[in-house]
């Protein structure tokens, strides 16, 4: 068993973890070392755990969104205010949610994980509790940017953790566990909140986010290790105070007064252990660079209109049942469950899906099913984009279809249960599509995750929030069944093409890429 492993996480382990090499080296862009250095001294069960952490993190970010919308009309009521000026507020939510995580993102990058989470769900906290006591508009319209600042960067934080960790053979399996919490929170926010709203007053909704947030705020605390490649390596090397864990330090301490070792990240040499990030303003145009590489933008794109088919159908989907089948609230809030259980089942499908679409095409390349077990070469003309977008082969259509029949399901008035079981399908389908995309972007760029992420986050929230406000008008001037076919063709035209392109261009785009990268070098 690895000591070294168990003293990062401080969460115990019975699973072997070998040692790891005593001189970590610079990465490249790949996030591969110049020599055969082990990836990660992270064993399985440790990535599961630290996985786990993230992804409860990563749904609050949705969650505050979605489980607003039950109380608008209480809101409106207390304010003595219009219901127009209270929707401003999520208007405003989804823009600060598309800018902030370019900053913290590229601080992320830069400084470490660790930081950045604990600086932003301070602030997310700050946040919760001052909406919770607030009762005027001006604040309410102020405290809900902040609270989408502090909320919005945990997403993309999460695939920088993931990114850090796993090597692509696995990265499609934790990136399953990863997308559990935010691909389902936006399901079960309505529920939340319209239970909330009406039992103990909206209010509660902001009391229950900042208990939530709080919590988060103290596991990271005490439990999450640095994982940022840049300053903790490969996990072996030593980290800045702000970096460590309170349960790493408290085990540094306890040493010490017993005159022993402290604990450190290995035996790293001296030019590892003075690597410490300098910190730097953020820099958002990190992100803009991320959009100028040409293999980035096929996926960037599908993501983007996914979601905002995604948004379109959860930001409807109680009005409509309410118009077409006369549901009360309560009910409506309900109804977003077949959604959020295809989103929650789908996640963890994907893991299986990810890792074998890598192994098939492995085995038919001649490489090994391992990434600890290929050399550099080998990484390097591994065609990722083959690997990640073969589901997209049955999973865009499955998606498309059901939007159209959902649309029309609803046009004609059919019974519920046909619109719910659709619901069902698309959610799961967007699903797989999002962590297929997911993964394939931070393959693509694993010494920046976060900033990848934070890229792919600003272009769609600006996608969604283009299609959401085109979307009531369109329902209200053609009907859900042409509305929603309309929504079906844009997505399935962009996604079609981007997906044939990234098959046929991305692997040379990537490659010519990594070429200037390495003569550059």
């Given at each position: 068993?690895?000591?070294?492993?168990?003293?990062?996480?401080?969460?115990?382990?019975?699973?072997?973890?070998?040692?790891?090499?005593?001189?970590?080296?610079?990465?490249?862009?790949?996030?591969?070392?110049?020599?055969?250095?082990?990836?990660?001294?992270?064993?399985?069960?440790?990535?599961?755990?630290?996985?786990?952490?993230?992804?409860?993190a990563?749904?609050?970010?949705?969650l505050?969104?979605?489980?607003?919308?039950?109380?608008?009309?209480?809101?409106?009521?207390?304010?003595?205010?219009?219901?127009?000026?209270v929707?401003?507020?999520?208007?405003?939510?989804?823009?600060?949610?598309g800018?902030?995580?370019?900053?913290?993102?590229?601080?992320?990058?830069?400084?470490?994980?660790r930081?950045?989470?604990?600086?932003?769900?301070?602030?997310?906290?700050?946040?919760n509790?001052?909406?919770?006591?607030?009762?005027?508009?001006?604040?309410?319209?102020?405290?809900?940017?902040?609270?989408?600042?502090?909320?919005?960067?945990?997403?993309?934080?999460?695939?920088?953790?993931?990114?850090?960790i796993?090597?692509?053979?696995?990265?499609?399996?934790?990136?399953g566990?990863?997308?559990?919490?935010?691909?389902?929170?936006?399901?079960?926010?309505?529920?939340?909140?319209?239970?909330?709203?009406?039992?103990?007053?909206?209010?509660?909704?902001?009391?229950?986010?900042?208990?939530s947030?709080?919590?988060?705020?103290?596991?990271?605390a005490?439990?999450?290790?640095e994982?940022?490649?840049?300053?903790?390596?490969?996990?072996?090397?030593?980290?800045?105070v702000?970096?460590?864990?309170?349960?790493?330090?408290?085990?540094?301490?306890?040493?010490?007064?017993?005159?022993?070792?402290?604990v450190?990240?290995?035996?790293?040499a001296?030019?590892?252990?003075?690597?410490?990030?300098?910190?730097?303003?953020?820099?958002?145009?990190?992100?803009?660079?991320?959009?100028?590489?040409?293999?980035s933008?096929?996926?960037?794109?599908?993501?983007?209109?996914?979601?905002?088919?995604?948004?379109?159908?959860?930001?409807?989907?109680s009005?409509?049942?309410?118009?077409?089948?006369?549901?009360?609230?309560?009910?409506?809030?309900?109804?977003?469950?077949?959604?959020?259980?295809?989103?929650?089942?789908?996640?963890?499908?994907s893991?299986?899906?990810?890792?074998?679409?890598?192994?098939?095409?492995?085995?038919r390349?001649?490489?090994?099913?391992?990434?600890?077990?290929?050399?550099?070469?080998?990484?390097?003309?591994?065609?990722?984009?083959?690997?990640?977008?073969?589901?997209?082969?049955y999973?865009?259509?499955?998606?498309?279809?059901?939007?159209?029949?959902?649309?029309?399901?609803?046009?004609?008035?059919?019974?519920?249960?046909?619109?719910?079981?659709l619901?069902?399908f698309?959610?799961?389908?967007?699903?797989?599509?999002?962590?297929?995309?997911?993964?394939?972007?931070?393959?693509l760029?694993?010494?920046?995750?976060?900033?990848?992420?934070?890229?792919?986050?600003?272009?769609?929230?600006?996608?969604?929030?283009?299609?959401?406000?085109?979307?009531?008008?369109?329902?209200?001037?053609?009907?859900?069944g042409?509305?929603?076919?309309v929504?079906?063709?844009?997505?399935?035209?962009?996604?079609?093409?981007?997906?044939?392109?990234?098959?046929?261009?991305?692997?040379i785009?990537?490659?010519?890429?990594?070429?200037?990268?390495?003569?550059a070098?």
């Open positions: 068993m690895s000591d070294k492993a168990i003293q990062l996480s401080g969460l115990q382990t019975d699973e072997p973890s070998s040692t790891p090499n005593a001189n970590p080296q610079p990465t490249n862009d790949d996030g591969l070392s110049g020599c055969d250095e082990q990836y990660s001294i992270w064993t399985r069960s440790q990535k599961r755990r630290i996985v786990l952490l993230v992804a409860f990563s749904c609050l970010s949705p505050s969104s979605f489980i607003y919308y039950p109380a608008l009309t209480a809101i409106a009521k207390d304010m003595h205010t219009t219901l127009s000026k929707n401003l507020t999520i208007t405003s939510y989804m823009i600060v949610s800018v902030a995580p370019t900053l913290f993102g590229c601080m992320a990058d830069q400084v470490g994980r930081p950045v989470y604990l600086l932003t769900f301070t602030l997310y906290v700050v946040a509790i001052g909406l919770a006591l607030q009762d005027s508009y001006p604040a309410l319209l102020l405290l809900r940017m902040l609270q989408s600042a502090g909320g919005s960067a945990t997403i993309g934080l999460g695939y920088g953790v993931v990114g850090d796993t090597e692509s053979s696995e990265r499609g399996s934790y990136m566990i990863l997308g559990c919490g935010p691909n389902v929170a936006p399901s079960l926010g309505p529920v939340l909140g319209g239970v909330l709203a009406e039992r103990a007053g909206w209010r509660w909704i902001f009391w229950f986010l900042a208990v947030g709080a919590l988060s705020l103290v596991l990271i005490i439990l999450l290790p994982t940022a490649r840049n300053i903790s390596g490969n996990g072996s090397r030593l980290v800045p702000l970096n460590k864990s309170l349960l790493l330090l408290w085990r540094e301490s306890r040493r010490k007064e017993v005159n022993m070792t402290p450190g990240y290995g035996t790293a001296p030019e590892a252990v003075s690597h410490i990030a300098s910190l730097r303003i953020p820099n958002p145009l990190g992100s803009v660079h991320i959009f100028l590489q040409k293999e933008v096929p996926i960037i794109l599908i993501n983007g209109v996914f979601y905002s088919a995604y948004c379109c159908l959860q930001a409807s989907l009005s409509l049942f309410i118009a077409t089948y006369g549901y009360k609230e309560l009910e409506a809030g309900l109804i977003y469950l077949p959604f959020g259980v295809g989103c929650f089942l789908a996640s963890l499908l893991r299986n899906i990810l890792t074998q679409d890598y192994r098939r095409l492995a085995v390349h001649g490489l090994p099913t391992s990434s600890a077990e290929t050399s550099e070469s080998q990484r390097l003309s591994f065609p990722i984009f083959h690997a990640r977008l073969r589901s997209m082969a999973v865009l259509p499955l998606s498309i279809l059901t939007l159209l029949a959902y649309g029309w399901a609803l046009q004609y008035h059919l019974h519920p249960s046909i619109p719910l079981i619901q069902f698309t959610g799961g389908a967007m699903t797989i599509v999002f962590n297929a995309c997911g993964t394939l972007l931070v393959d760029h694993p010494t920046r995750p976060s900033t990848a992420q934070a890229a792919l986050n600003l272009l769609r929230c600006a996608f969604a929030a283009a299609e959401l406000a085109a979307l009531q008008p369109l329902i209200d001037a053609v009907g859900p042409w509305c929603y076919t929504i079906a063709l844009v997505t399935g035209g962009v996604a079609g093409v981007c997906v044939v392109v990234g098959r046929v261009w991305g692997e785009w990537r490659r010519q890429r990594q070429r200037t990268a390495t003569e070098a």
